[in-house]
């Protein structure tokens, strides 16, 4: 992309109403435009993010089994009547009326809807297990919207159901989303520890919060250090062999790790000295067995191995990939702007042309530019006619990890510069070294 | 995949409720379930195809210059109070009040909200020409949804929206979205005639339905026969060359073709002989030139060369995926069920297995299967314990392009079958000649 033909509006000054740094960071950098109270358009450079980190999540609920649908963001109030939510949930619930007066609402999650299609369609322990994803847009009111896409009323969300026979087979699911979450999490270049989350009415250990360590988090946290250092799942993990899936939760679950309304002072204390973490903490992800909350009000049931009827178990597991954009940015920024982990940088290269206009620094830069495409890397070629200060301040505020500076000077020496955002590093190289080490 | 771990809800009664043949067959293939009324959940492999028909869009859209946002489903009334088109507007608009009081609504376009952010943002000639897409659901409240998802209240659209100085350079935009639509029509296996319809207030020949003929159509149309033959624009064409693109206008609206509202009965009978054709037709897209409608009220403004503040001239250019799935399906289809194009079929190819379970039949299976998946090629893999004859009729309704059948006898020859779903040709040939062919 050339950036004299995209949209991109940098904001020099650093916006009022922001509060913290990862909000503050995307209006500066031009990625999000706020449209009313807690709803936010996103704008190219936010787009390209929101779409990598979707891909990451996707491509780890794939590899876990889990299946792709698309639940419709508008709903019915009778579906949320069967399970008996419609009156409960408050004010937060979106409701609507529509031209014939039926009472609808904008999902703010989708049990009820995810279980009227099992429902449906799930009549025998043969077609079990399932597990069924959408990544859809949600709507919950919040009275007092902020910290940008942090805490906004319409975000995106990726919610998977999980669907079994029996409790057994439910804890089989729901650690295969628990190995999923870390691998996703870890991929997005995020330390998240999983936290023993309340479970409700329906007791037992399987809820947990997935949350990362940074000081503008909302809630206080409690763990073990030794969790920052633990190494994710490997790639080649095998999701349908539950022993090395247990293996892994239980190897995640095995050190103190609590939020502070499940934090147990005295256990705390037990942890080593030198160990004891305690933190400001941000939610990225929920995991959750709910069992036959829904299915047995809602009638979801299969036929056994004995021909016996029953409701199935069932889970929920949340990321929001909108949320996440600002996560990352809390977690990887510096004072000059965001520092985006590799896979999910808006772009992966950018190339500074220092004197557009200049027949060698054009050649070369557009020689890098059709190079670079020509294999598939995302380069943002910045083409404007702005001050080399400028764009310096413009690559680091959006984060692109390797930026390859072009001048007059350095090429009547036969150099370029390439600099890593991550560090800072800095090396003259010549054209084919400095690519070779963008694509390496 | 394998289909027995996959979520294929195939219907073998045709359902009653469904009026046109893409709505049954959506339902007889589990594709799509309604929620509500004109309100759609999409299966995993109505999932599926919809997202290869937005990413054959978003290539030409691309291609074409636009850059992708992603604006909120949720907008405020007070944006539609600028523009004047919130009292305007009539039922099928759903409003919505927040918790607050405040009044919302559902969108079902975006005109308004892309015009704030060119407002924003955009403030000289220099940023200009510029195109922003998002593919987003959008709401009409429509008295009597009906044909599926053909009709359906909540609908996925893709509406870019152009913003140039003025009048000339708009129509080299409204160009290039008329050249990036033939493009788009044409890889979908669509025969779309662009149409002249109705600019209302501005005027001009700037605006053009995009339509197929099928006898199921909702409108009447008419138009040159020659239509159906014309090639469309190559992959190579230059968008950044206006006569280029102007030529290609000009070739596609040559010849006769009109909507009941637009039609010339004089005008059509001057056409030769044997070159009449009337026929039903579905609006697949709309292109629309419209000036400063929106950005003079809302005051969008950019600066000329003259240093001289004007409105900019905008237009929106609409595609709905949703609405394509089911015209797609009404284009090509036969007894049996669907037929898809290649490049959107949900898997293109099926590995029948027809006797699961005997040693030979699984290892070839098997080896096909992961051969092809190898290969990044999307295959489903039909190991379930359905007869034969069952295997055929769902592989044939789901419109699977190519199959390969493997049993006992054929192996027993060293031949596997290959059928070609779209002209039904089997040949049995060796796993290296039916794969060389698929793959080829």
């Given at each position: 992309?050339?950036?004299?033909?995209?949209?991109?509006?940098?904001?020099?000054?650093?916006?009022?109403?922001?509060?913290?740094?990862?909000?503050?960071?995307?209006?500066?950098?031009?990625?999000?435009?706020?449209?009313?109270?807690?709803?936010?358009?996103?704008?190219?450079?936010?787009?390209?993010?929101?779409?990598?980190?979707?891909?990451?999540?996707?491509?780890?609920?794939?590899?876990?089994?889990?299946?792709?649908?698309?639940?419709?963001?508008?709903?019915?109030?009778?579906?949320?009547?069967?399970?008996?939510?419609?009156?409960?949930?408050?004010?937060?619930?979106?409701?609507?009326?529509?031209?014939?007066?039926?009472?609808?609402?904008?999902?703010?999650?989708?049990?009820?809807?995810?279980?009227?299609?099992?429902?449906?369609?799930?009549?025998?322990?043969?077609?079990?297990?399932?597990?069924?994803?959408?990544?859809?847009?949600?709507?919950?009111?919040?009275?007092?919207?902020?910290?940008?896409?942090?805490?906004?009323?319409?975000?995106?969300?990726?919610?998977?159901?999980?669907?079994?026979?029996?409790?057994?087979?439910?804890?089989?699911?729901?650690?295969?989303?628990?190995?999923?979450?870390?691998?996703?999490?870890?991929?997005?270049?995020?330390?998240?520890?999983?936290?023993?989350?309340?479970?409700?009415?329906?007791?037992?250990?399987?809820?947990?919060?997935?949350?990362?360590?940074?000081?503008?988090?909302?809630?206080?946290?409690?763990?073990?250090?030794?969790?920052?250092?633990?190494?994710?799942p490997p790639a080649g993990i095998d999701f349908r062999d539950p022993a090395a899936l247990q293996a892994t939760v239980d190897q995640w679950t095995s050190l103190y790790a609590a939020t502070e309304e499940k934090h147990d002072e005295a256990a705390f204390n037990a942890v080593e000295e030198g160990k004891r973490l305690s933190a400001r903490g941000i939610e990225v992800g929920h995991i959750f067995y709910f069992g036959t909350k829904y299915s047995e009000p809602m009638g979801a049931k299969v036929t056994g191995p004995d021909g016996v009827e029953r409701p199935v178990h069932m889970g929920s597991y949340g990321i929001g990939p909108s949320r996440l954009v600002a996560a990352i940015i809390e977690a990887s920024h510096d004072e000059n702007g965001i520092i985006w982990p590799d896979d999910i940088a808006p772009f992966k290269v950018g190339i500074l042309n220092l004197k557009v206009g200049d027949a060698a620094t054009d050649a070369t830069c557009e020689q890098l530019y059709a190079t670079l495409t020509a294999k598939g890397v995302d380069v943002l070629y910045d083409d404007t006619e702005e001050r080399p200060g400028s764009k310096f301040a413009t690559a680091d505020l959006i984060g692109l990890p390797w930026q390859i500076i072009v001048g007059p000077k350095g090429l009547a020496a036969g150099t370029v510069e390439l600099k890593r955002r991550a560090d800072g590093a800095r090396e003259n190289l010549s054209v084919e070294s400095a690519l070779a080490r963008v694509l390496g």
């Open positions: 992309m050339r950036l004299s033909r995209y949209l991109l509006p940098i904001l020099r000054e650093v916006p009022k109403e922001a509060e913290i740094v990862s909000h503050r960071l995307m209006l500066r950098a031009g990625m999000v435009r706020q449209e009313s109270a807690g709803i936010y358009a996103w704008l190219p450079l936010g787009k390209k993010v929101l779409d990598k980190i979707c891909n990451v999540i996707r491509e780890e609920q794939n590899r876990s089994g889990a299946i792709e649908i698309m639940m419709p963001t508008i709903q019915s109030a009778d579906l949320w009547r069967e399970s008996g939510r419609y009156d409960d949930y408050g004010k937060e619930m979106l409701r609507i009326k529509d031209r014939h007066e039926r009472d609808m609402l904008y999902g703010p999650t989708n049990e009820e809807m995810l279980t009227e299609i099992v429902r449906a369609y799930v009549k025998s322990y043969k077609d079990l297990p399932l597990n069924l994803y959408h990544i859809q847009w949600k709507f919950r009111d919040e009275v007092r919207p902020r910290f940008g896409v942090m805490r906004s009323r319409e975000f995106l969300m990726k919610d998977a159901y999980s669907v079994d026979l029996d409790f057994e087979n439910a804890v089989i699911a729901y650690n295969r989303m628990f190995v999923a979450y870390l691998r996703t999490f870890a991929r997005l270049g995020l330390k998240a520890i999983p936290m023993v989350a309340d479970t409700g009415p329906i007791g037992g250990n399987h809820s947990h919060e997935f949350i990362i360590l940074a000081s503008t988090g909302e809630s206080e946290v409690f763990c073990h250090a030794d969790y920052l250092d633990m190494a994710p």
